[in-house]
Structures are given as C-alpha cells and as structure tokens.
C-alpha cells in the first residue's frame, strides 16, 4: 500500500518543487488535479493530453523523484441543470479519462455530480428525506432519469479507455454514501466505483470499517483518500451535525476536516488500512490535506507520519502457525 498526496494544497509550488518536498518525507504517489474545482496547478490537462513530448518530461519528473501518479482528480457537477456547466464539466472528465489513458494511470477522482429536483429548476437539490412526498418525486427523478443515463454513457467511455472511475462519496452530492455508490455501479459498469473519502462519512454516523467491507464485497473501491474527520460533540449535541457555519468558523461548527490522528487515534487508521487489506485494496492512500487548523505542510507531514506506521510495507507472509 502506497502513501500518496493530493497535490492541491502545494499549488503555489511548482510541480518539481513540490515533488522534490512529497519524496524528502517519503510520499510514494501523487493525485493530481487536473481541472475542475482541483485545479490544474501541477498538471494543465488541455495542454499535456496528446502531446507525446510533455509526457515523456513528467514521466521523466516522476522517475527522477521516486513517483507514481495514483490518480487525475476533476471533481465537478456533470449533472448541474445548467446546460454549460454540465457540459463543461463532462468535457473535463471525458478527457482526464483520455489523458490518464494515455498517462497509463489506472483512475480518475471526482463526483458524481447532483441535478435539480425537476427538469426546470436551476439549482441542483440535494435529497435528504422522502417526505414530502415531492421529494421522494425529485430523487426518483434525479436518479432514473438524469445520473443514470449520463453514468451509463460516461462507464461505457471509461471502459473504452481502460480507466476506472472513482466517485467521492460526497454529501451535495447524488452519491453521497455506499449503498447510493454500489447502484450507480450497478445500474453501470465496474468501471464505476469509489474513491473511498472516510472523512465525509465520519460526521454522517457512518463507520468506516463496515463501509470498506460493504464495499469490499462489491469489488467497489478504485482509490482511497486519507482525510479525518474530528466531529465536535458539544455543537452536535444542540444542532446536529447537518452544519452551515462556514468552514473557517471552526468554534461553532459541529464538525471539521482534520489531519490524520487529529479526527481518530493512530489505532483507528491500523484499523482501517487491516480493513482495506483485508478487502483487496493495495493502492494509494491519497492524503487530502483540508484542516483549518493547521499548515498544508505540517498537516501533510503529521499524516504522513501516522500513515507511515498504519501501511503495510510487505505481503502477508505464510500463515505457517495456521499448519
């Protein structure tokens, strides 16, 4: 299992300064934005695809620093009931799949993306209850007769292409926990499946462990982020965890994005990287760096630090006391 970054937070650098940084502590791969709300700080999509001699100079880049790319990240709306914006946005992901292609990088990160609730409203709806029953209507509508059409067609040209294609799971978002992930992938191909966040599950009263071996059995895990998730008991306690204050609000929020160890204890991460062992999983794990409490430096370098004693370095040996 490697220890990978989102290079995001590190986008004032450039990409060698940046690289040069991730290899000194030890960093094994690297996500790179390449549109979208990401970015493209280090990697300029329009600019590298199809251009045979800009990727030989970041292949050349990688080598030189020890790296893999684990992932392109181009998280955006594809749904939005604005026709341009959706458009933009698919025209994004349709050619992150075709760089990563030709990159020969096995996933793409993004969202799943969220409609409206009807087919004239302007502004994406994020279901959360069937009742009223309208709202059960909105959802029944987004599903069947926006996201599934479009991921139907958007698997089919991920396959063409041999790239699978990893969904956030992300609240505001259609997909925004596992069961809501294995239909989509069902109602698809294998193609689709899940860049497993915990951090957006945390403060949903999900667990963690349970949702990798859930989506373990669907074979459903593409690529992992490794982000926490601290939930803050005394503003849950009085108005729950569904939080509006801004991020930057930190004392009044009911939960934030924390650096790994500061949402859950170094055994929890043991915990989890077992799990995903114990699943299948030998990819990346991608630290997404978005703490307010600290630097993008000395957030990625406390989580890279735990993760280093979490991750497994070696296959499982003989199991020679089970003879």
Same mark, same amino acid.
């Given at each position: 299992?490697?220890?990978?970054?989102?290079?995001?937070?590190?986008?004032?650098?450039?990409?060698?300064? &940046?690289?040069?940084?991730? !290899?000194? #502590?030890? %960093? /094994?791969? =690297?996500e790179?934005?390449? @549109?979208g709300?990401? *970015?493209?700080a280090h990697?300029?999509?329009?600019?590298?695809?199809?251009?045979?001699?800009?990727?030989?100079?970041?292949?050349?880049l990688?080598?030189?620093?020890?790296?893999r790319?684990?992932?392109?990240?181009?998280?955006?709306?594809?749904?939005h009931p604005?026709?341009?914006r959706?458009?933009?946005a698919?025209?994004e992901?349709?050619? &992150?799949?075709?760089l990563? !292609?030709? #990159?020969? %990088? /096995?996933? =793409?990160?993004?969202?799943? @993306?969220?409609?409206? *609730?009807?087919?004239?409203?302007s502004?994406p709806?994020?279901?959360t209850?069937?009742?009223?029953t309208?709202h059960?209507d909105?959802?029944?509508?987004?599903?069947?007769?926006?996201?599934?059409?479009?991921?139907?067609?958007?698997?089919?040209?991920a396959d063409?292409?041999?790239?699978?294609?990893?969904i956030e799971?992300?609240p505001?978002?259609l997909?925004?926990?596992?069961?809501?992930l294995v239909?989509?992938?069902?109602?698809t191909?294998?193609?689709?499946?899940?860049?497993?966040?915990?951090?957006h599950l945390?403060?949903?009263?999900?667990d963690?462990?349970?949702?990798?071996?859930?989506?373990?059995?669907?074979?459903a895990?593409h690529h992992?982020?490794?982000?926490?998730?601290?939930?803050?008991?005394?503003?849950?306690?009085?108005?729950?965890?569904?939080?509006?204050?801004?991020?930057?609000?930190?004392p009044?929020?009911?939960w934030?994005f924390?650096?790994?160890?500061?949402?859950?204890?170094e055994?929890?991460w043991?915990?989890?990287?077992?799990?995903?062992?114990?699943?299948?999983?030998?990819?990346?794990?991608?630290?997404?760096?978005?703490?307010?409490?600290t630097?993008?430096?000395?957030g990625l370098?406390?989580?890279?630090?735990?993760?280093?004693?979490?991750v497994?370095?070696?296959?499982?040996?003989?199991?020679?006391w089970?003879?």
């Amino acid at each position: 299992m490697d220890i990978g970054v989102l290079t995001v937070p590190l986008g004032e650098e450039s990409i060698a300064d &940046a690289f040069a940084y991730l !290899d000194g #502590l030890g %960093v /094994d791969a =690297v996500e790179l934005g390449v @549109g979208g709300w990401p *970015g493209e700080a280090h990697l300029d999509r329009t600019a590298v695809l199809d251009d045979d001699r800009a990727q030989e100079e970041l292949d050349a880049l990688l080598n030189e620093y020890g790296l893999r790319i684990s992932a392109l990240a181009i998280h955006n709306n594809p749904l939005h009931p604005d026709t341009d914006r959706a458009d933009e946005a698919d025209r994004e992901l349709r050619e &992150a799949i075709e760089l990563a !292609d030709q #990159l020969d %990088v /096995d996933v =793409v990160t993004c969202f799943s @993306g969220l409609p409206a *609730g009807a087919p004239d409203d302007s502004t994406p709806n994020w279901i959360t209850a069937p009742w009223p029953t309208e709202h059960a209507d909105a959802h029944e509508y987004q599903w069947d007769e926006v996201a599934i059409p479009y991921w139907a067609d958007l698997a089919a040209y991920a396959d063409d292409h041999g790239v699978d294609v990893a969904i956030e799971m992300h609240p505001n978002m259609l997909v925004y926990e596992p069961t809501g992930l294995v239909k989509l992938r069902e109602a698809t191909n294998e193609r689709v499946g899940a860049n497993f966040d915990p951090s957006h599950l945390y403060w949903q009263g999900i667990d963690a462990t349970e949702a990798i071996r859930y989506l373990g059995d669907h074979d459903a895990i593409h690529h992992v982020h490794a982000k926490d998730t601290k939930v803050y008991d005394a503003n849950a306690r009085v108005k729950g965890v569904l939080d509006t204050a801004a991020y930057t609000e930190e004392p009044d929020r009911s939960w934030l994005f924390r650096s790994i160890g500061y949402g859950h204890d170094e055994a929890h991460w043991k915990d989890l990287v077992s799990t995903l062992r114990m699943v299948g999983y030998e990819g990346a794990l991608s630290i997404e760096h978005e703490d307010s409490l600290t630097s993008s430096r000395e957030g990625l370098e406390k989580a890279v630090d735990v993760l280093q004693r979490a991750v497994f370095e070696t296959q499982p040996g003989e199991a020679y006391w089970a003879e």
